[in-house]
Every structure is written in C-alpha cells, then in structure tokens.
C-alpha cells in the first residue's frame, strides 16, 4: 500500500511552461517535505511544511501543504531545463500523535524540461 | 561542515553473499537513517540509529542489519543477498532524530547477479 500518491508519474514540457505536481495520502503528516533527486545522486531537501494550508516560494518553486495536512502539491513556473530531475514527496506520518519516525516517499515524478 | 559521506559507490556481489556499506554523517549529527531505493520508486525506509541505538525500522528482514559507532558514522549489513536487493542505498543524517531536516548521502549502487 502506498501511503503518498504522487501524480503525475512522467512530466515532459517545454522550457518557460508551468508545470504542478501532486502529492496525496488518506494519512495525516506531521510534515511533508519536497526533495529532488538527479540521477546518480541522493535527494536533495527543497523545503519542508508544517503548517496546514503552508504556502512557501523558493524562487520560481511554489509548494503548498493542505489544510488538512493529507497533500501537497509543488508548482514551477518557467520551467527551465536544469529542473529537470525526479521530485519526491516525503511525509512524517503519524497516527494518535505518535510519530513512526521514518519519513515516508512517494513514488517521484519525473520531470523532463526540454529546451 | 562536510557532508554525508558512503562507501563504496558502486558494488557487485552475487546471489547469497553478504555485503557491507558504510556512511559518514554530516558533522554534528548524531542520527543516520538507511533507505532502499530500487530503480524508479521512491526510496524505502530500512531502520533509524541514534546513539549507537536502532531506532525505528521498515518492513525489511532481519537479514538487513545495521551498527551505528561512537562517531555516529554507520554501517548497513545485508547477508543472503537476493538478485530483488539490487537498488540504491541511501543514507540519511540529523541530529536528534530529525527526519524533516535529514541531509542524505550520494548512495551505494549495489548490483546482485
């Protein structure tokens, strides 16, 4: 069962269009986390929410959590050909107010921006 | 500030083998976290030390093992490899525990012919 749905799977756009991917769960997260990851290398910590209804801007990245901390979404504006890479989601789930302590990935998306 | 460091980059081991991989936390952390990722998913959580103690652990066997030494550096075990053990494997450092504040390694492509 995967508790992070991310959609869509493959993304492929042209340089300067927007682009929003998405990220669900039936689960409450305590946090949730948007990481990108190229190939031959480990995921690299883009921003992390908390809050619900969280909105944070990081240059031409827009992510939002939820008001009811279940999902995400991460909007680029102006794609351009070095955003290309997997985006994962990651979620700190917890059930009763007990922390599993792990984070939980889903799936990825790939993007692929293409000059 | 170095960053999380693991060794070796690339493996190869046949079916049955054991093998061994090792991650350097980043300086100051005293919590690395293991992650599987197989090729095209997300990674997958193997188990949490902090402290020299495992805190915390996914749905993986116990034939996947893990230390954590008093410099907080790490080592994943993995014994009776099976060819569906082939993935990347991820280490993770924080400190405390941290898990939305992890900073992850380059990881170890392992490959089990």
């Known amino acids: 069962t995967q508790l992070l749905e991310q959609s869509p799977q493959f993304l492929s756009i042209q340089e300067g269009e927007n682009l929003t991917v998405y990220c669900n769960s039936s689960s409450v997260f305590s946090s949730l986390q948007w990481y990108r990851q190229e190939p031959g290398e480990g995921p690299v910590l883009l921003v992390t929410?908390?809050?619900?209804?969280e909105v944070k801007k990081l240059k031409r990245l827009t992510f939002q959590f939820g008001d009811a901390r279940k999902d995400s979404s991460l909007h680029i504006t102006a794609a351009q050909p070095g955003d290309t890479g997997l985006y994962l989601c990651a979620g700190d789930l917890r059930a009763g107010g007990t922390s599993y302590g792990k984070l939980t990935f889903g799936q990825g998306t790939i993007l692929t921006v293409h000059p | 500030e170095t960053g999380v460091t693991q060794s070796p980059t690339h493996l190869i081991k046949t079916r049955g083998q054991q093998v061994t991989l090792r991650c350097s936390s980043q300086s100051g952390h005293n919590t690395v976290s293991w992650y599987q990722q197989a090729l095209g998913q997300g990674p997958q959580f193997i188990f949490q030390?902090?402290?020299?103690?495992?805190?915390g652990r996914g749905n993986f066997p116990p034939r996947f093992s893990g230390l954590q030494f008093p410099n907080y550096s790490s080592e994943l075990n993995v014994n009776a490899l099976e060819l569906d053990d082939s993935a990347l494997y991820l280490c993770?450092?924080?400190?405390?525990?941290?898990?939305?504040?992890?900073?992850f390694g380059p990881g170890t492509r392992l490959t089990v012919t």
């Open positions: 030390y902090y402290r020299e103690e495992e805190n």
């Open positions: 993770a450092s924080s400190l405390d525990r941290r898990i939305y504040e992890q900073y």
């Open positions: 929410v908390v809050t619900g209804g």
